[in-house]
């Protein structure tokens, strides 16, 4: 399936009209390189829709509206936050890495752990939402135990915003976009 065709099927879901989500994917074209996202020029220059491009797709809409012009930017600084508790670098000499991994997916990185999400349908069966708040990003998930844990992700730079938007992707959207992904990959 296309990504254009996927992003028209789930804008409902979303509560947005399908039109926002196509803007977003222009913006997206326009100030990225990356060639999950680019596509190719012409005919038949669709891209198939992956678990990378389509949360990319979702994330920039939780970031920032279609008319900001630098979604993607934003976008891909959501995407590189860290696993809470990870320490990239101390002072010069130090050498104190620490990698701490999502207990849900195994990633270090929020994009990567939504990617995680959306290409295996039984880690979305678990997922209570995703939240994105400035520099900080959040996936809610139902323990083996039946409780609610977070996995956290934050930026290493402090947000010195003092107004943040905060979006929330209810698990059920969530578990039907990986089912729309899983379908496509049979």
């Not at 990319?56 to 970031?63: E, K």
């Not at 920032?64 to 101390?90: C, I, K, Y």
């Not at 701490?100 to 290409?119: D, Q, R, V």
Request: proline residues 3%.
């Amino acid at each position: 399936m296309e990504l254009s065709e996927l992003c028209e099927k789930i804008a409902p879901a979303l509560g947005v009209p399908a039109t926002e989500l196509a803007e977003i994917r222009r913006r997206l074209r326009e100030q990225s390189d990356a060639e999950e996202l680019v596509g190719k020029r012409g005919r038949y220059g669709g891209l198939q829709a992956t678990p990378f491009n389509v949360g990319f797709v979702v994330a920039a809409l939780m970031v920032s509206s279609p008319t900001r012009a630098q979604a993607a930017f934003d976008t891909w600084n959501v995407w590189h936050l860290n696993q809470e508790g990870s320490v990239l670098s101390e002072f010069i000499g130090e050498n104190k890495i620490k990698l701490t991994l999502c207990p849900l997916t195994g990633e270090h990185l929020f994009g990567e752990a939504f990617k995680a999400i959306l290409s295996r349908s039984e880690l979305a069966k678990s997922v209570q939402c995703v939240r994105i708040a400035g520099e900080r990003a959040e996936i809610q998930y139902l323990h083996k135990k039946g409780e609610v844990k977070a996995s956290k992700f934050e930026s290493r730079i402090p947000d010195s915003r003092m107004l943040r938007r905060v979006a929330e992707l209810d698990g059920r959207v969530v578990r039907m976009i990986a089912a729309m992904l899983s379908a496509t990959e049979a």
